[in-house]
C-alpha cells in the first residue's frame, strides 16, 4: 500500500484518476513482467525518479502490479464499473467512467418531511418519560428530585450554554432583505428554494394541465404584457432581473393569483373578474412578485422551522406532564392555537404588508395610477359584505383586513407618486380614483334608500363618469385600450423616449367571464 500512495503522488500531474479506482483489488506483489497477452495494458517501469506510461494492443481488466518501488497498472476502458455507469472522460486516449451525479433533496424539502416526525418523536418521548416516572416507587423518586437539588447549578448552567448556542446559531443566519434593507432570520437559502419552487411548480403544473389556458387566449396575453412591463421597468432590482417570468392562467372563479421564487405566475380568472383596470392588475401582479423577489416563502418557512424546534421541548414537557393522554392531545392542540395566534399569523401579515409596500413601488415605476390601489381594497370589502362572506377578526387571519390594507395603501401614495414621477412617467388625469370611487358609493347608498322610499320619492341620481365606478369586471376597463407595448430598451432612469402608462400596454379585449361569489385572498 506504501507503494501505490507514492505511485499515485507521483501520478497525479500525468494522469488523474476518478475516486472510485482507490476501491479496486490489488494483485499480489510479485516481480515485474508482462500481464496476460492479448489485452490493452499500461505498464510502467521506472528510470530514477521518472515514470513512464505506455499503453498495450487490447482490453483487459485492471489491474496493479508492484515491485518494490516500482507499480505497474493495467487499464481497460471495457472494465465494468462498480458503481453505477455514468458520464465518460477521455485523456490521453483512455476512457475513465465517473458515477451519474445524484442530487440532494432541498432543504426545505426534507424539513417539511421531517416535520411530523420530530413531532412524533417528541410525543413518544415525552409519554415514555411519564411512564417511566409513574412506574417508579416512592423511594426512587425522592432520589431523582434529591439528584436533580443537589445538580440545579449545574442543570441552569447547562442551559444557559445552550441557549448561547442557539442565539449563536440564530445570529450567524441573519439576512438583509432586498429592497427594503430590513434584517431578517433566514434558515434556507435562496438557492433552496428555488430547487423546491421548481418542484412546486412542476406539481402545480401537474394539478392545473386541464385548466391552463392557451397562450394565445385574450386573457393570458393581457397578464403576460402586464407582467413583463413590470419585469422590464424594474430590472435595476438583481431578483427581479435574474429571474424568467413566465405566466400560467388558470380557469377556476377562485379569487387568487401567486407567485413561486423561480418566477412561475400563476393567475386565476376569478382575480381577472375581480380587477376593474389594467392599474389594479399591475398593483396585484406586483404585490405577487414583491413575495417572490423578497424571498417571503424561505424567510417565513425559516422562522417556521425554528419554532418548531422551540416548540419541540414544550410538547415533550406536555406529554410528560399531562396524567393522561387525552389531557396532552388537548395540550398539544392549544399549543399550536398559540404558536398560530402568536408567530405564525402575525408574521404572516407583517409579510404581506411588506409586499404591498413594496409591490406599490413596483407598479409606481411601471407607470401605473397608483391611486388604483386603495380603491381595490375598498371594492374587496364592499363585495364582501354584499355577497355575505364571513369576516373574522383580522388576528385571526394570516392577512390584514381590507379595511387596514386600505389605509396602509393610501398612507403610502404620495410616496410612491414621487416614485412614479422621478421615473420620467406620463402626468396621471387629474380626476383621482379615491374620489370618484367615495363619490360613486355614495351615489349608489343615496339610490338604494330612495328606492325604499317608493317610487314617488326615487330620484335618479347619476354616478360619477369613471373606471373606478364601472362593474367590478376587466373587460370594461381593456376595450378601449390598443396601444402597444413599450420597447423593452427603454429604462426608467433614461431620459429619452417617455414610457407609456400601464394602461396603455394592452392591445387586445378580454371577454367578459362569470362573476367570482367568493372573496379576495391574495397571497
Not at 517501469?45 to 493495467?74: D, M, V
Not at 411512564?131 to 448552567?157: D, T, Y
Not at 407582467?227 to 435574474?242: C, G, T, W
Request: a positive charge; aromatic letters at 6%.
Amino acid at each position: 500500500m506504501g507503494s501505490l500512495a507514492v505511485f499515485l503522488s507521483r501520478c497525479h500531474r500525468l494522469l488523474p484518476l476518478p475516486a472510485h479506482l482507490s476501491r479496486l483489488g490489488l494483485v499480489g506483489k510479485q516481480a515485474s513482467r508482462p500481464v496476460s497477452s492479448g489485452c490493452s495494458q499500461i505498464s510502467c517501469h521506472r528510470a530514477g525518479s521518472s515514470l513512464y506510461l505506455r499503453p498495450a494492443p487490447s482490453p483487459s481488466p485492471l489491474r496493479f502490479r508492484s515491485n518494490g518501488p516500482t507499480l505497474c497498472l493495467q487499464f481497460s476502458p471495457r472494465t465494468p464499473s462498480l458503481l453505477q455507469p455514468g458520464p465518460v472522460h477521455s485523456r490521453g486516449g483512455l476512457q475513465l467512467h465517473t458515477s451519474s451525479p445524484r442530487r440532494a433533496l432541498p432543504a426545505p424539502l426534507l424539513w417539511l418531511v421531517l416535520k411530523p416526525l420530530q413531532k412524533l418523536l417528541a410525543i413518544i418521548l415525552g409519554r415514555s418519560l411519564r411512564k417511566w416516572w409513574v412506574s417508579l416507587p416512592s423511594n426512587r423518586r425522592q432520589l431523582v428530585h434529591e439528584w436533580v437539588r443537589r445538580r440545579r447549578w449545574h442543570l441552569a448552567a447547562g442551559a444557559g450554554v445552550a441557549m448561547v448556542i442557539a442565539a449563536l446559531l440564530l445570529l450567524t443566519h441573519l439576512d438583509e432583505s432586498p429592497v427594503t434593507g430590513r434584517t431578517r432570520l433566514l434558515v434556507f437559502s435562496r438557492e433552496n428554494y428555488m430547487e423546491l419552487a421548481a418542484l412546486t411548480s412542476e406539481a402545480y403544473m401537474e394539478e392545473f394541465a386541464e385548466l391552463l389556458l392557451p397562450v394565445t387566449d385574450p386573457r393570458h396575453k393581457v397578464v403576460e404584457r402586464v407582467v413583463q412591463h413590470l419585469a422590464q421597468r424594474n430590472k435595476d432590482i438583481p431578483e427581479v432581473s435574474d429571474v424568467t417570468w413566465t405566466v400560467h392562467i388558470v380557469q377556476s372563479p377562485n379569487v387568487n393569483a401567486f407567485v413561486l421564487p423561480n418566477g412561475k405566475v400563476f393567475m386565476f380568472t376569478g382575480m381577472l373578474d375581480t380587477v376593474v383596470d389594467v392599474h389594479q392588475l399591475t398593483i396585484v401582479l406586483g404585490h405577487e412578485m414583491a413575495h417572490a423577489l423578497l424571498g417571503h416563502s424561505a424567510e417565513q418557512a425559516s422562522l417556521s422551522h425554528v419554532v418548531d424546534l422551540l416548540s419541540l421541548i414544550l410538547l415533550t414537557a406536555i406529554w410528560a406532564v399531562c396524567p393522561r393522554d387525552s389531557l396532552a392531545l388537548l395540550g398539544q392542540w392549544v399549543q399550536d392555537k398559540l404558536t398560530q395566534l402568536m408567530f405564525s399569523r402575525p408574521y404572516s401579515r407583517k409579510l404581506e404588508a411588506e409586499a404591498d409596500k413594496v409591490g406599490l413601488q413596483l407598479a409606481a415605476k411601471a407607470c401605473a395610477d397608483v391611486r388604483a390601489g386603495p380603491v381595490f381594497w375598498q371594492q374587496m370589502e364592499i363585495r364582501d359584505q354584499l355577497t355575505g362572506e364571513p369576516t373574522f377578526p383580522e388576528w385571526l387571519s394570516t392577512h390584514p383586513s381590507h379595511r387596514n390594507r386600505f389605509t396602509l395603501m393610501d398612507s403610502l401614495i404620495p410616496e410612491a407618486l414621487e416614485l412614479r414621477e422621478s421615473c420620467v412617467c406620463p402626468a396621471l388625469p387629474e380626476s383621482d380614483p379615491r374620489v370618484v370611487f367615495s363619490q360613486s358609493v355614495q351615489v349608489l347608498l343615496k339610490n338604494a334608500k330612495d328606492r325604499e322610499r317608493g317610487p314617488e320619492g326615487a330620484s335618479k341620481t347619476h354616478l360619477p363618469h369613471s373606471h373606478a365606478s364601472l362593474p367590478p369586471a376587466l373587460p370594461s376597463a381593456l376595450l378601449p385600450q390598443t396601444a402597444p407595448l413599450p420597447s423593452p430598451s427603454v429604462d426608467q432612469q433614461s431620459k429619452g423616449p417617455v414610457p407609456v402608462v400601464a394602461s396603455e400596454i394592452l392591445a387586445v379585449p378580454v371577454p367578459a367571464q362569470d362573476r367570482p361569489q367568493d372573496g379576495l385572498q391574495i397571497s
